[in-house]
């Protein structure tokens, strides 16, 4: 299985700040054929089931403030929170849909500072 | 709009098994995967298995192989996902998701809480 780790597991950040977290996968996630790279970002607030926010490693979901950014390629990746609201406190997941089984990381709590 | 409407929390007595199910609506069923997912009390997310509504097709996450089966009535736009042999471990919220073929989860339900308890 593909193994996905996050870090840091937990950060705090001052509204209107920058959140970055950042996503490691154990193999790379890019598929060569299409030069795409395998990999999403959720967000779970509390109660909440998550919320696809990112795909593709950087493309946005419909709806989703541009605040919310993601990079990245192969085995390393970035979900950037520009500015930071009162409303993205919560847990972000990235995830892997490269290989079967479909992996996710441990999760980074975001709070405000 | 796109909605996966699972089913009322459950508690069961270890051993006994459980049902819940997954009702999609507001768009073409056998048209994207269900995958199902559990998530423990303060934990992480874990990824159970997928069925194809098309054809019924099923793969598991070896873990879960024996214990869990997806199966889906078209006629309804529901999947249904079986456990048995519960143990005290598998007390946990589970979740519905969807996804076209090699693609992010798209939608999520809105999760069951099974509790399982003596």
């Known amino acids: 299985d593909i193994v996905m780790t996050q870090s840091p597991d937990s950060l705090a950040v001052s509204l209107g700040e920058r959140a970055t977290i950042n996503c490691k996968s154990s193999q790379s996630i890019l598929y060569s054929s299409n030069n795409k790279n395998y990999l999403a970002w959720y967000q779970q607030r509390a109660g909440q089931p998550p919320k696809l926010l990112i795909y593709?490693?950087?493309t946005r979901e419909s709806g989703v403030p541009d605040r919310f950014s993601g990079s990245g390629s192969a085995t390393d990746f970035t979900l950037t929170i520009t500015s930071l609201q009162a409303e993205d406190v919560a847990v972000y997941y990235c995830?892997?849909?490269?290989?079967?089984?479909?992996?996710f990381g441990q999760g980074t709590k975001v709070e405000i500072k | 709009q796109v909605q996966l409407k699972q089913s009322g929390a459950e508690v069961k007595k270890p051993g006994a098994s459980v049902m819940l199910s997954c009702e999609a609506s507001g768009y073409t069923f056998t048209s994207y995967y269900i995958h199902w997912m559990r998530q423990a009390p303060g934990q992480g997310l874990e990824w159970m298995g997928i069925i194809n509504p098309s054809g019924g097709g099923t793969s598991y996450a070896q873990k879960f192989q024996d214990r869990v089966t997806l199966t889906r009535d078209t006629s309804t736009s529901t999947v249904f996902m079986e456990m048995s042999s519960l143990r005290s471990e598998d007390t946990a919220v589970y979740y519905c998701?969807?996804?076209?073929?090699?693609?992010?989860?798209?939608?999520w339900g809105q999760g069951t809480l099974v509790t399982v308890s003596s």
């Open positions: 593709w490693a950087s």
């Open positions: 998701a969807n996804s076209e073929t090699s693609g992010p989860f798209d939608y």
């Open positions: 995830q892997q849909y490269f290989g079967t089984p479909p992996t």
